[in-house]
């Protein structure tokens, strides 16, 4: 079984940096296909960023050039390095799992993951 635990959330200034990880328990993690959603309470879940097993990444618009996607399949880990915060990337952040190595052009829709963290907060004050 598979587990998900985010860490690194936390309050920020607009224009601050910072380092969210996810730790994964379980079998595979180098061939799972990686995602960071957040979703505010007043909206929809976002799907953020994806990574492939191989490590090719795609981005939401909205965080292009701001945030960065890495795994380390050595430690079992997935990041989002956030620059150049802004107050509306305030929400909660959580990684998911799904079982292909590729996570293909609708990485982004929720419904398609297995396995989900508990998520962590980020709040971006201006």
């Known amino acids: 079984q598979v587990q998900l635990v985010e860490s690194g959330g936390g309050p920020v200034q607009a224009g601050g940096a910072l380092k969210l990880s996810c730790a994964f328990s379980?079998?595979?993690?180098?061939?799972?296909?990686m995602v960071w959603f957040r979703q505010d309470p007043e909206k929809e879940r976002e799907g953020v960023a994806a990574?492939?097993?191989?490590?090719?990444?795609n981005y939401a618009d909205s965080v292009k050039g701001r945030f960065t996607i890495s795994r380390d399949n050595a430690k079992n880990t997935l990041y989002l390095e956030m620059n150049n915060l802004k107050p509306e990337d305030s929400a909660m952040y959580y990684c998911?799992?799904?079982?292909?190595?590729?996570?293909?052009?609708?990485?982004?829709?929720?419904?398609?993951?297995?396995?989900w963290g508990q998520g962590t907060q980020v709040t971006v004050s201006s």
């Open positions: 379980g079998y595979g993690y180098n061939m799972y296909c």
């Open positions: 998911a799992a799904r079982g292909v190595r590729w996570c293909g052009g609708v990485w982004y829709r929720p419904g398609l993951y297995d396995y």
């Open positions: 990574i492939d097993s191989d490590g090719s990444t």
